[in-house]
């Protein structure tokens, strides 16, 4: 059985941020990126409803964001109500040029996207 490599979706967003050495991980059949201490994105590419760009933020951001990215929504996969994380569907007319708008705010530091993930608990 040949092994297959699994490509990273939208890997133009990787390059876009090349010049601040972002890490990708895989995570949630998906692909986290981080930028210094802070996951910034994942990306999704499953052919459903929440494949996309998925934003790393908190709801006090939402209102603003959603004047840069008009798209922009809460992911469906965790259910009901309004989560941290929005998503830029894949389908989108304005996908890419909101992926590339969104990787020039990190470029900038602009403080809307991202989040210093949680530390993992150590096992006993």
């Known amino acids: ?4 490599k ?4 939208f890997n133009f967003i990787i390059e876009n941020l090349f010049s601040v050495n972002p890490i990708v991980k895989p995570m ?3 692909y986290a990126v981080y930028v210094e201490n802070k996951i910034v994105l994942i990306l999704r590419d499953k ?9 790393a ?3 006090e951001y939402h209102d603003s964001l959603k ?3 008009p798209t922009m929504r809460t992911i469906e996969l965790f259910g009901n109500g309004v989560s941290s994380w929005q998503i830029i569907h894949k389908d989108e007319d304005d ?5 590339n708008l969104a990787c020039e705010f990190i470029l900038k530091g602009d403080k809307r996207i991202g989040r210093i ?3 993992k608990k150590r096992k006993k």
């Open 1 to 4: 059985m040949a092994v297959t």
């Open 6 to 9: 699994k490509t990273i979706p």
């Open 28 to 30: 949630f059949w998906a």
């Open 47 to 55: 052919d459903d409803v929440d494949s996309g760009i998925w934003l």
């Open 57 to 59: 933020t908190n709801s």
């Open 67 to 69: 004047e840069d990215f």
């Open 95 to 99: 996908f890419e040029t909101s992926a």
């Open 117 to 119: 993930p949680k530390p």
